[in-house]
Nanobody, 124 residues
Framework: QVHLVESGGGLTQAGGSLRLSCAVSGRAFSEYVMAWFRQAPRKEREFVVAIRWSGGGTWYGNPAKGRFTISRDNAKNTVYLQMNRLKVEDTAVYYC?????????????????WGQGTQVTVSS
């Protein structure tokens, strides 16, 4: 079991930046793929980006390409999501997730550990 706690959400204007953090604890989380998903009101949960804890391989979803960067700090057991050039349509609750697998990384069904979410609101 892996425990995830997100932080760093908030309110910013369009064009601004935010950095989300996901503190990770638990057994053998180095074997996991870590991901960020987001869910806006009345919309389905959407894949943003993933990183393999061991090796650091990354997969970027369409919302993240060119604007967001995922990284991890092994010493702090934390995964980060740096979000730049934010748009109003980036407004959502952002969730950190952890799962084991080699395929289907963009599907929320691959992940069996979730954080509580952090709200990101981008104003025009």
């Amino acid at each position: 079991q892996v425990h995830l706690v997100e932080s760093g959400g908030g309110l910013t204007q369009a064009g601004g930046s935010l950095r989300l953090s996901c503190a990770v604890s638990g057994r053998a989380f180095s074997e996991y793929v870590m991901a960020w998903f987001r869910q806006a009101p009345r919309k389905e949960r959407e894949f943003v980006v993933a990183i393999r804890w061991s090796g650091g391989g990354t997969w970027y979803g369409n919302p993240a390409k060119g604007r967001f960067t995922i990284s991890r700090d092994n010493a702090k057991n934390t995964v980060y999501l740096q979000m730049n050039r934010l748009k109003v349509e980036d407004t959502a609750v952002y969730y950190c997730a952890a799962g084991r697998g080699d395929s289907g990384l963009e599907s929320h069904t691959m992940y069996d550990n979730w954080g509580q979410g952090t709200q990101v609101t981008v104003s025009s």
